[in-house]
């Protein structure tokens, strides 16, 4: 059975013409593995970041580092308090934040 993979890409912004992390195309595979291999052969721009679980669910919004200060799109499972700054690197309390 396959399963579903979250994926993720970096573009720019053409609000304000600054690189930010965006939430990708759900990809089905049976494995990471096929799913990674699937997104190198044929959407070279994505990630894929993770497997969805069933019945979890996710939230999707606007979020700023508390280090850097840098603002992203984020998709992270309910509850997830720490998410990693695609600008920074660091693993951090990332707040919520209203998009412009």
């Avoid at 890409?9 to 053409?14: F, G, M, S, T």
């Avoid at 997104?39 to 979020?63: D, F, H, I, K, Q």
């Amino acid at each position: 059975m396959k399963k579903i993979f979250l994926t993720e890409l970096r573009a720019i912004d053409p609000a304000d013409g600054q690189l930010k992390t965006w939430a990708g195309p759900e990809v089905r595979a049976k494995t990471m593995e096929a799913a990674e291999k699937y997104c190198s052969e044929n959407v070279g721009y994505l990630r894929v970041t993770g497997e969805a679980v069933p019945g979890e669910t996710w939230l999707g919004g606007m979020v700023e580092c508390l280090v850097c200060t840098h603002q992203w799109a984020a998709v992270r499972p309910e509850g997830t308090t720490m998410l990693e700054c695609p600008n920074c690197g660091n693993f951090s309390e990332a707040e919520e934040i209203e998009a412009a």
